[in-house]
């Protein structure tokens, strides 16, 4: 695979990360939301709201999880700029 090739994998893979980010966030938000609705009943029980709040913990273990691997692929992309800015400047010199 070239460098130019596996720059462009990282960064097709970065948006598709970015994407499932966004949906993530958005599933966390309804989650919260409803949650809050259930929680505003004063005749709510913890049990209505117990696999709720086990979806909401697993959605943000998800999203950190991705947060973290866009972390390093921006790194990764990071790094292939600087080889390919040394690479254009020892052609340049050339």
Do not use: C
């Amino acid at each position: 695979m070239s460098l130019k090739e596996t720059y462009e994998d990282l960064q097709q893979k970065a948006s598709k990360i970015k994407h499932e980010l966004a949906s993530l966030k958005t599933e966390m938000t309804l989650l919260e939301e409803n949650i809050h609705g259930i929680e505003l009943n004063p005749n709510f029980l913890e049990t209505d709201v117990q696999p709720l709040y086990e979806s909401l913990w697993n959605l943000q273990m998800a999203y950190k999880k991705r947060q973290t691997e866009l972390n390093t692929v921006t790194l990764q992309l990071n790094q292939l700029d600087h080889i390919l800015e040394g690479i254009m400047e020892t052609d340049q010199m050339i």
